[in-house]
């Protein structure tokens, strides 16, 4: 068979969400039975991995223009240099301080021992004695065991990096994912605005900071970006060809089945997808009213996905699911109701089918002036309803040190910078991207009522609606880099596509002018001129917001050296005992999931209860360490007969926090671990 590049471009965009989706088939369910092993792995995953590579993409159509060799060669090259680049200043984040080292920790744990919860292992240091704590960040104390903050995807995919490579292998894993988000965001953008515009879609979201940046850490929104972006693709390509309700399986059934799992896998790695696929529900009933074979096996893909993912979270991560559950139960509530009422309008709408809404000549320009008005509030939100209230105390005093450290006045912790949302948009792509976007949003809503590009409307409706939800409430700590996290998955994206479809169809519309017979000049070089300034217009503000932030660096380099200088300090047969509670919380995963050793807490330990825990630790024939952020409360504690020695220190850089501007800069991070050493010596 000829390699065509349109059909190659199809193909190897539609991969990634393929194989992760393979792979969180078959990995999810070894890790909930307790087999999630590098063998067992390896011996079921990898060929459903090859078996779905293989045989998925083959069922695609090819697209219908004429591709040429050179958006296929851009976009690969593009994906390629953003990996290489994040690989080389990828982050080592294994302290909690926030989100990345927690799931690196997660990630540890699964790759090493293969099962959940973790077990305290209290029965190697001191029992039951009621001094001890077991509770850190983002690690939840339940009886006699402890679960990981979080869900269990992304852990389930950087997992394979550890076992090829150890702690290294682990934090080279998300670059490489979020280099593949880009390529599945290409193939979108080839998709549904034309193969020649990919590399414009690819390049922009590439430099765009937040991609970057959550790329360089363990986070879970590049294989989220992964398979929502990828599950559209699918579901684009599925729907290609026309099939009825009542045909016989075809290449456009499993391309669709395939598009529902990884919607659907989207929970097991963000629980928070679930607001995203409200829409494919909706959309699904479309296509059943619609009598379109593909409804069925979409749903069916939906469902298996979905049901994995409620069973990560509420069987494998509930105390996650009660820590969120005053955003989470109202989520759910909404999420019954919208299958309810899809079902219901399913039923009225089956006999008689999809309304005629083309037929209502005002309607399809009243719902773009309305994307229009729409964008016009979110941009006027801050000067008539500044947005208060985190509902954490926490949460007020940090907004407030950051308010202080930025010189903001008046100082208001309960600031959310909520309706800030959109100009977080604009900071890193442009306002330019986001004018052309508010256009390009308005024209698609505007054809979609007309019934015209109907490709357009899972698309449009997923992403109108993330977006809207998102800009409405982030619900986020609102510092930067760290609040552009909700932005990753789709909104950034959403921007930059309907920028570069507004983009492409104004070049058009100039090229209708060029075709006249008008020979003056201008009119031939319209279109290209139209096309530059608009490209320009889209690259230049994302690349310089990124060129003057924090790509320039590497956060918590050092990390990793120093967790092995740690684990070695530490005998094979020790029971660890953190005698200080603010370094409990950040270190006690480090100690337990990396270097193996059953740890406890101690919150104020005196000299009585440090002699009760060590002698509870001796009878058991262990050797016993005590750990601190410092040497004086290891001196005090032990009598000054042991020597103190610091195993860990970094001294390293890390991101700032900034409210009302771009991150820039960096500020400092210093990690240390003190420890004394008490062997057993019977």
Same mark, same amino acid.
């Given at each position: 068979?000829?390699?065509?590049?349109?059909?190659?471009?199809?193909?190897?965009?539609?991969?990634?969400?393929?194989?992760?989706?393979?792979?969180?088939?078959?990995?999810?369910?070894?890790?909930?039975?307790?087999?999630?092993?590098?063998?067992?792995?390896?011996?079921?995953?990898?060929?459903?991995?090859?078996? $779905?590579?293989?045989?998925?993409?083959?069922?695609?159509?090819?697209?219908?223009? =004429?591709?040429?060799?050179?958006?296929?060669?851009?976009?690969?090259?593009?994906?390629? #240099?953003?990996?290489?680049?994040?690989?080389?200043?990828?982050?080592?984040?294994?302290?909690i301080r926030r989100d990345p080292a927690s799931y690196a920790m997660y990630t540890t744990w699964i790759a090493e021992n293969g099962y959940l919860p973790i077990p305290q292992q209290r029965e190697l240091i001191a029992g039951d004695d009621p001094s001890l704590s077991y509770q850190s960040l983002a690690h939840y104390?339940? @009886?006699? #065991? &402890?679960?990981?903050?979080?869900? $269990?995807?992304?852990?389930?995919?950087?997992?394979?990096?550890?076992?090829?490579? !150890?702690?290294?292998?682990?934090?080279?894993?998300?670059?490489?994912?979020?280099?593949?988000?880009?390529?599945?965001?290409?193939?979108? /953008?080839?998709?549904?605005?034309?193969?020649?515009?990919?590399?414009?879609?690819?390049?922009?979201?590439?430099?765009?900071?937040?991609?970057?940046?959550? %790329?360089?850490?363990?986070? +879970?929104?590049?294989?989220?970006?992964?398979?929502?972006?990828?599950?559209?693709?699918?579901?684009?390509?599925?729907?290609?060809?026309?099939?009825?309700?009542?045909?016989?399986?075809? +290449?456009?059934?499993?391309?669709? $089945?395939?598009? !529902?799992?990884?919607?659907?896998?989207?929970?097991?790695?963000? &629980?928070?997808? &679930?607001? =995203?696929?409200?829409?494919?529900?909706?959309?699904? @009933?479309?296509?059943?009213?619609?009598?379109?074979?593909? $409804?069925?096996?979409?749903?069916?893909?939906?469902?298996?996905? /979905? !049901?994995?993912?409620?069973?990560?979270?509420? !069987?494998? %991560?509930?105390?996650?699911?009660?820590?969120? %559950?005053? +955003?989470?139960?109202?989520?759910?509530? &909404? +999420?019954?109701v919208v299958v309810l009422v899809t079902a219901a309008a399913t039923v009225a709408l089956w006999r008689h089918g999809i309304p005629r809404v083309e037929r209502v000549r005002w309607l399809p320009g009243t719902v773009a002036a309305l994307a229009l008005f729409a964008m016009l509030l979110f941009a006027i939100r801050p000067l008539l309803w500044p947005d208060y209230g985190h509902g954490s105390d926490f949460t007020d005093g940090w907004v407030a040190y950051v308010q202080e450290r930025e010189g903001l006045w008046p100082i208001e912790g309960s600031r959310t910078y909520y309706d800030m949302s959109l100009y977080w948009v604009g900071w890193y792509v442009g306002m330019a991207t986001v004018l052309f976007a508010s256009l390009g949003v308005a024209l698609v809503l505007r054809r979609l009522f007309q019934r015209r590009d109907p490709q357009w409307l899972l698309p449009a409706m997923l992403l109108v609606w993330t977006v809207g939800t998102t800009l409405l409430r982030p619900a986020i700590t609102p510092d930067h880099p760290w609040a552009s996290r909700r932005l990753v998955v789709l909104v950034l994206p959403a921007f930059i596509l309907f920028a570069v479809w507004f983009v492409a169809w104004l070049t058009r519309r100039c090229v209708v002018v060029d075709r006249t017979d008008d020979p003056r000049l201008m009119a031939r070089v319209l279109p290209a001129v139209v096309a530059a300034v608009s490209t320009v217009a889209l690259i230049v503000p994302t690349a310089v917001t990124s060129a003057a932030g924090i790509m320039g660096y590497r956060q918590d380099v050092g990390s990793v050296e120093a967790a092995h200088r740690l684990c070695d300090a530490l005998p094979e047969d020790s029971s660890v005992v953190v005698v200080d509670s603010g370094m409990a919380s950040n270190y006690m995963p480090l100690l337990r999931n990396v270097c193996g050793v059953p740890t406890a807490a101690m919150a104020e330990p005196t000299p009585r209860d440090v002699d009760r825990v060590v002698s509870a630790i001796h009878e058991r024939g262990r050797d016993a360490v005590l750990a601190a952020p410092d040497w004086e409360p290891l001196d005090r504690l032990t009598d000054g007969e042991v020597e103190p020695e610091r195993p860990f220190h970094v001294v390293a850089r890390m991101d700032p926090s900034t409210l009302m501007e771009p991150p820039t800069g960096s500020w400092t991070f210093t990690g240390s671990v003190w420890v004394s050493v008490l062997p057993h010596e019977g």
């Open positions: 068979m000829r390699l065509l590049p349109g059909r190659f471009l199809a193909r190897v965009t539609a991969l990634p969400a393929i194989a992760v989706a393979a792979w969180l088939l078959v990995a999810f369910p070894l890790l909930a039975l307790g087999s999630f092993t590098p063998l067992v792995a390896a011996v079921l995953g990898l060929p459903a991995v090859i078996t $779905a590579c293989t045989w998925v993409p083959r069922l695609l159509p090819d697209p219908e223009e =004429d591709v040429p060799w050179w958006p296929v060669v851009l976009v690969l090259v593009i994906t390629v #240099v953003f990996a290489a680049v994040q690989i080389a200043y990828h982050a080592e984040a294994l302290v104390e339940r @009886g006699d #065991v &402890i679960w990981p903050q979080f869900m $269990a995807g992304a852990p389930l995919v950087t997992s394979v990096g550890y076992w090829l490579g !150890g702690l290294d292998g682990m934090f080279v894993v998300t670059p490489v994912l979020g280099a593949l988000g880009v390529l599945v965001f290409a193939g979108l /953008t080839a998709r549904l605005v034309g193969a020649r515009w990919a590399p414009l879609g690819a390049l922009v979201l590439a430099l765009c900071l937040p991609q970057q940046w959550v %790329s360089r850490f363990t986070y +879970s929104e590049p294989l989220t970006q992964i398979l929502l972006l990828g599950g559209l693709v699918l579901a684009h390509d599925a729907l290609a060809r026309r099939t009825d309700i009542t045909d016989r399986w075809s +290449s456009a059934h499993t391309p669709a $089945a395939v598009a !529902g799992l990884a919607f659907g896998l989207g929970l097991v790695v963000r &629980i928070d997808a &679930i607001r =995203d696929l409200l829409p494919v529900i909706g959309f699904v @009933g479309l296509l059943l009213v619609a009598r379109r074979g593909q $409804a069925p096996p979409l749903l069916g893909g939906l469902l298996v996905g /979905t !049901g994995l993912g409620l069973y990560a979270g509420y !069987g494998l %991560s509930l105390p996650y699911l009660e820590y969120l %559950s005053d +955003s989470l139960h109202p989520l759910l509530l &909404i +999420s019954a």
